[in-house]
């Protein structure tokens, strides 16, 4: 792949970003320099009971990323492999942390490419320091008083404080 034909590939990053970490910003600045257009796809994820609705998700992101030029963030329901289809992305990226991250991230990639062979699933690595964080960890130290702004950045964190202590 020339770095020319890079700029013409769209490139959809789906997860459920419920608390989007340092971790996940640092996947979307990588891919926003590679791709001429990165779509934050912000999935509903049937499977987790995310904390955050969906809208408010897409709108934390849109905050933290309000620098990017070339990156979107929208919200979507159903296949991810559906809704690249129907932005015309190339690409799903996903981001893999841990070992443990590569048996699942091989079935969805597998399951993905049998749905939509013409979408290509593109793995990237956090940096180091982002390599063990999740939202869930994340979530867990804050309620228990422990730091986190090493891994979340200030906006968000002020939600994630906000919505647990409504919960606590
Ligand atoms: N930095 C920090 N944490 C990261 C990370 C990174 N770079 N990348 C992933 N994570 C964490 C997330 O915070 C999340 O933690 P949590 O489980 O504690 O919330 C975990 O890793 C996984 O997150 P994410 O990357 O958002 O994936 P997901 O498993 O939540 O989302 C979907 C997966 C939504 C993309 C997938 O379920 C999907 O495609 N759903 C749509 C329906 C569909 O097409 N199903 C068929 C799939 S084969």
């Known amino acids: 792949m020339t770095p020319e034909k890079n700029k013409s590939i769209i490139a959809l ?7 989007i970490t340092r971790g996940h910003l640092d996947i979307v600045r990588r ?22 609705t969906m809208e408010e998700r897409v709108g934390m992101i849109r905050e933290e990323t309000r620098e990017i030029a070339n990156v979107e963030v929208t919200l979507f329901e159903g296949l991810t492999m559906d809704y690249a289809e129907k932005i015309g992305a190339n690409i799903v990226i ?18 993905n490419r049998t749905l939509n062979p013409r979408v290509e699933t593109l793995f990237m690595f956090p940096t180091a320091d982002h390599l063990h964080i999740s ?6 130290v804050l309620l228990l008083g422990g730091e986190v702004s090493k891994f979340v950045p200030p906006a968000t964190e002020k939600c994630l404080r906000e919505k647990l202590g409504s919960i606590r």
């Open 31 to 52: 891919s926003a320099e590679l791709f001429n257009r990165l779509v934050v796809g912000v999935a509903k994820n049937t499977s987790k009971s995310p904390l955050f």
């Open 13 to 19: 990053y789906a997860g459920t970003f419920d608390g």
């Open 94 to 111: 996903r981001g893999l942390r841990i070992i443990s991250d590569f048996e699942y991230e091989l079935q969805m990639a597998m399951m």
């Open 135 to 140: 939202s869930s960890m994340i979530k867990e």
